[in-house]
């Protein structure tokens, strides 16, 4: 392994979110992002990684509060997992993608990013996901 190598992958360990650790970790990182962009208002009873989804990031269940997150989202920058989160949570409010939901969502200062880094890694790799769904 080259220096320049090692100093990438030592800034990348730095930068990983906790949140990819456990499911508990990515459901303690839901209650800040709800509590720092959604008031508080959206809390999952549970938030867990499942394997990767052949359409979808993530996906939510409102009625039972449950989030569930593709372990492709396991590697990706803090920033992008954060939105996704987000966006998960607001399904918890609201259940499709009306203008009231995207205004929540946006409350994210880096949402347009985020769907912007998701959307080319999707393309990159072929997998053909575009979109973070609630389930009905």
């Given at each position: 392994?080259?220096?320049?190598?090692?100093?990438?992958?030592?800034?990348?360990?730095?930068?990983?979110?906790?949140?990819?650790?456990?499911?508990?970790?990515?459901?303690?990182?839901?209650?800040?992002?709800?509590?720092?962009?959604?008031?508080?208002?959206?809390?999952?009873?549970?938030?867990?990684?499942?394997?990767?989804?052949?359409?979808?990031?993530?996906?939510?269940?409102?009625?039972?509060?449950?989030?569930?997150?593709?372990?492709?989202?396991?590697?990706?920058?803090?920033?992008?997992?954060?939105?996704?989160?987000?966006?998960?949570?607001?399904?918890?409010?609201?259940?499709?993608?009306?203008?009231?939901?995207?205004?929540?969502?946006?409350?994210?200062?880096?949402?347009?990013?985020?769907i912007g880094y998701l959307e080319g890694?999707?393309?990159?790799?072929?997998?053909?996901?575009?979109?973070?769904?609630?389930?009905?």
């Open positions: 392994m080259t220096e320049m190598e090692r100093k990438l992958q030592r800034t990348e360990s730095k930068r990983a979110a906790p949140s990819r650790n456990t499911d508990a970790a990515l459901l303690a990182r839901c209650a800040q992002l709800s509590a720092r962009y959604l008031d508080r208002s959206a809390l999952p009873v549970s938030v867990r990684w499942v394997p990767p989804m052949r359409t979808r990031w993530a996906s939510c269940t409102p009625v039972d509060k449950t989030i569930r997150v593709s372990e492709r989202l396991r590697q990706v920058p803090a920033w992008v997992l954060d939105y996704v989160l987000v966006h998960e949570l607001a399904h918890l409010r609201v259940a499709g993608h009306d203008a009231e939901f995207w205004e929540l969502v946006r409350r994210y200062p880096k949402t347009e990013r985020a890694l999707s393309a990159a790799a072929g997998w053909g996901i575009s979109e973070l769904d609630a389930e009905d």
